[in-house]
Structure formats: structure tokens, C-alpha cells
């Protein structure tokens, strides 16, 4: 009910449920192509934060309360749509103001599928936890919880997990993959690029027609 509650991708993955958990916000998702505020990669997501800071922390959640936050820095469903660098590089650092944990979900972007081991690597990012699936065990059902040894972000007693009963196979195929590393990420680096080039050139050409579109309409007047 943790993970349900948390996400907030579509209704049908609810519908059926009772009450969810309290104590959990959502902000709307950055998406730079077609920014609801007309903003480039460079600052979408403006909005997004100032409704954090100047809504939600001041009339829904205290921050020195707050406990974590948690996103992907990839939006993998239909399409991948990378989250801008500069509002994942804004969170963390409302987060550290705060003292919030700051949690990035790799489950489908991990393991060098970008380009680079995580895709948080991209944008500069360092996160106090960091989840993991999939690819750790290339398809085999394993996950796994990463935190920094930076803070002591779960507390002894105050955790509960199920991967005891994993089986050996999975943990074997996680093992396998790890020597691997730069084998791995060497093959899938060349690929991981493209989706990452692809939304560039979307986006530049978004900011061609939006200037062109300015252009036609100074014209008429």
C-alpha cells in the first residue's frame, strides 16, 4: 500500500483500494517539450518548486517534518521523458535546506540503460537513497535499496523488507552483472544516448516553432 500510495501514474492502478496512506503530496511532472509555462530545459519546473516552497510547505507539510521525497528522473511509460536538469538539481537542494531525504527511483532507468550506470548521474545529482529493480538482476525478480553513507537516512529498528526469501538465483545474476560493470555500461552507452538526444532535438526544435509562431503573429499586428 507504501508503493500505491506513492504513485500517482493512473487511476486504474488504484481503482478497488480503500484509503491509501496520509501524509503524501504530489506535484505535477516537469516536461520540458511542451512546458505548461513556455519555459526551455533550463527552467522547467520554476513553478512546480515555488508551489513546493510557497503552497505546500507553508499551508500542507512543515519541510522540518517532512521525511522524504521521492521521484524518477526518468518518466518511462509510454515514451521516456527525461526530467529537467535543473528541476531535479532544485529539489535536491530544497531538500538539503530542509533535511528531507531525498529519494530517486532507478527502478526502469538504472543499471546503465541511459548512458550511464544511473540516470541521476546525468543532471549531477547525488541522492540519500536510491531504489533499484530489473536490470540488477537482468529480468530476475530482485530489488534493492542504496543509501549514502553521508546520513543515516533508515534507522535501525524502524525498517521492515522481504528480500530474504529472494531466490539464490536472482542474488547470483545481481553478483554477475557487477564485475561486469564497465563491459555493460560500455555496450549500452552508445544507446542509452539516443533517447537523451532524441528529447534535445525535440526540444529545440519545439523552441524553433514557438519563435516562429512569435514571428507570424508580430507580423499580423
Given at each position: 500500500?507504501?508503493a500505491?500510495?506513492l504513485?500517482a501514474?493512473k487511476?486504474t492502478q488504484?481503482?478497488?483500494?480503500g484509503?491509501l496512506l496520509?501524509?503524501?503530496e504530489?506535484i505535477?511532472y516537469?516536461y520540458?517539450y511542451r512546458?505548461?509555462?513556455g519555459h526551455?530545459?533550463?527552467t522547467c519546473?520554476a513553478?512546480?518548486l ?13 519541510p522540518?517534518t517532512?521525511r522524504?521525497?521521492s521521484l524518477?528522473?526518468f518518466?518511462?511509460?509510454a515514451v521516456?521523458?527525461p526530467?529537467p536538469?535543473f528541476f531535479?538539481?532544485?529539489?535536491q537542494?530544497i531538500c ?10 532507478e527502478?526502469?532507468s ?12 546525468h543532471?549531477?545529482?547525488?541522492p540519500d ?9 537482468s ?5 534493492a535499496?542504496i ?8 534507522e ?6 522481504n528480500?530474504?526469501r529472494k ?5 547470483g545474476s545481481?553478483?554477475?552483472n557487477g564485475?561486469d560493470?564497465?563491459r ?15 528529447a ?6 519545439l523552441?524553433d516553432?514557438?519563435?516562429?509562431t512569435?514571428?507570424?503573429?508580430n507580423?499580423r499586428?
Amino acid at each position: 500500500m507504501g508503493a500505491l500510495s506513492l504513485t500517482a501514474s493512473k487511476s486504474t492502478q488504484r481503482k478497488g483500494f480503500g484509503a491509501l496512506l496520509g501524509g503524501i503530496e504530489h506535484i505535477p511532472y516537469p516536461y520540458a517539450y511542451r512546458c505548461a509555462h513556455g519555459h526551455t530545459a533550463e527552467t522547467c519546473g520554476a513553478e512546480i518548486l515555488e508551489q513546493l516552497e510557497g503552497q505546500i510547505f507553508k499551508r500542507l507539510f512543515d519541510p522540518r517534518t517532512s521525511r522524504a521525497s521521492s521521484l524518477s528522473p526518468f518518466r518511462a511509460k509510454a515514451v521516456m521523458c527525461p526530467r529537467p536538469s535543473f528541476f531535479l538539481q532544485e529539489l535536491q537542494r530544497i531538500c538539503r535546506q530542509h533535511g528531507i531525504m531525498f529519494i530517486v527511483d532507478e527502478v526502469q532507468s538504472g543499471m546503465g540503460r541511459t548512458g550511464k550506470w544511473w540516470a541521476s548521474e546525468h543532471s549531477g545529482i547525488e541522492p540519500d537513497i536510491l531504489c533499484s529493480a530489473k536490470g540488477i538482476a537482468s529480468g530476475m525478480p530482485l530489488g534493492a535499496i542504496i543509501r549514502t553513507g553521508k546520513r543515516d537516512a533508515l534507522e535501525t529498528g524502524r525498517t521492515r523488507h522481504n528480500l530474504w526469501r529472494k531466490p539464490g538465483v536472482s542474488c547470483g545474476s545481481a553478483g554477475h552483472n557487477g564485475p561486469d560493470r564497465e563491459r555493460v555500461q560500455g555496450k549500452r552507452s552508445p544507446h542509452g544516448r539516443l533517447p537523451l538526444r532524441a528529447a534535445g532535438r525535440l526540444d529545440q526544435e519545439l523552441q524553433d516553432r514557438r519563435r516562429c509562431t512569435r514571428s507570424r503573429t508580430n507580423g499580423r499586428h
